[in-house]
């Protein structure tokens, strides 16, 4: 499996930007995906997550309603939309994809096996 992250960048407080993430190697529809995020010095966190259809999905509550996940499965692909950004959302952004099937929509770092190699986000003050 390969998840490769991107749309990463520098964006003044305030502003947005959409991050990707493109899978392959396993049928993608069929798999909850999720974004998590690190930033210097501290552990990685859960973001958001989306369940197979899209019609689910779950926020941190610190970034809720400002970013908003999404996906498409006709291109193995899935989103990260990021509105009113926050020094402190500045870290390293990875999507993610359990091994396995879950019911529920998993927050947890343990229960992804496979991540992407991450893409930078900087917001400036």
């Known amino acids: 499996v390969q998840l490769q992250a991107c749309g990463g960048g520098l964006v003044q407080t305030g502003g947005s930007l959409k991050l990707s993430c493109a899978a392959s190697g396993r049928p993608f529809s069929n798999y909850i995906m999720g974004w998590f995020r690190q930033a210097p010095g501290k552990e990685r966190e859960f973001v958001a997550g989306?369940?197979?259809?899209?019609?689910?999905?779950y926020y941190a509550d610190s970034v809720k309603d400002r970013f908003t996940i999404s996906r498409d499965n006709a291109k193995n692909t899935v989103f990260l939309q990021m509105n009113s950004l926050k020094p402190e959302d500045t870290a390293v952004y990875y999507c993610?994809?359990?091994?396995?099937?879950?019911?529920?929509?998993?927050?947890?770092?343990?229960?992804?096996?496979?991540w992407g190699k991450g893409t930078q986000v900087t917001v400036s003050n």
């Open positions: 993610a994809m359990p091994g396995g099937d879950w019911v529920f929509i998993p927050k947890m770092t343990s229960s992804y096996d496979y």
């Open positions: 989306i369940n197979w259809s899209g019609a689910t999905t």
